[in-house]
């Protein structure tokens, strides 16, 4: 938890800024990839084509996730956008050995399970490719790809950068307001933030 704690001061106040060289561009073609699931089978990015995507860097162990996870967030959003749809990719990034990391398919199927998540699929990305591939940095980091395969939006989950629930009823959902839009068909006021959360804990 220590170790957690201090992860969490590196967290990154959620801004509707431009500050994000971390992150591809807004409007360019959101990084392909492929990648195991929670039942081992190959999954790419590219069999989505069509709809809107969510892709959700996530990890068991962060603080900042968990306060997503435990009040339920997280799981209202999936089951929204997913009825709708949607697309929803959660991913995990942890390189192997580290704290968070869903080191096979089984425990991610038991993530699933206890958290009574709602998400399309859950990614296993142990070398990091998918996670360096668009810049995340924290969980959670948040991607909405369009329907043409465009980033559409990018960053954090909303402008509450803390880990207590209570925090949820009053905050801004970027990602909420963004699929809203692309659904209704309007454009994305707000295209990026930046994240805040736990450091990913890539492989070296």
């Not at 089978?41 to 996530?58: T, Y």
């Not at 580290?98 to 993530?111: M, T, Y």
Request: hydrophobic share 40%; proline share 8%; charged share 25%.
């Amino acid at each position: 938890m220590k170790r957690w704690m201090a992860f969490a001061l590196g967290a990154f106040l959620a801004l509707p800024t431009l500050g994000r060289a971390q992150y591809p561009a807004v409007g360019s073609p959101a990084p392909g990839f492929t990648l195991k699931d929670a039942h081992g089978r190959e999954v790419s990015l590219a069999a989505f084509r069509g709809k809107l995507v969510v892709l959700e860097w996530v990890n068991p162990d962060c603080p900042f996730v968990h306060k997503h996870y435990d009040s339920g967030n997280m799981q209202r959003l999936q089951s929204r956008y997913t009825r709708r749809g949607g697309v929803w990719l959660s991913i995990d990034s942890s390189g192997p050995g580290s704290e968070g990391c869903l080191k096979d398919p089984q425990a991610a199927r038991a993530f699933i399970r206890e958290r009574r998540a709602h998400m399309t699929d859950l990614l296993l990305d142990p070398r990091g490719l998918a996670g360096r591939a668009y810049g995340a940095k924290n969980t959670p980091t948040m991607f909405v790809i369009d329907r043409a395969g465009r980033i559409a939006y990018e960053g954090a989950i909303d402008d509450k950068p803390g880990t207590d629930p209570a925090e949820i009823p009053g905050a801004r959902n970027y990602v909420s307001e963004a699929l809203d839009e692309l659904l209704a068909g309007r454009p994305v006021k707000v295209p990026a933030t930046r994240a805040y959360g736990c450091h990913i804990p890539y492989a070296d």
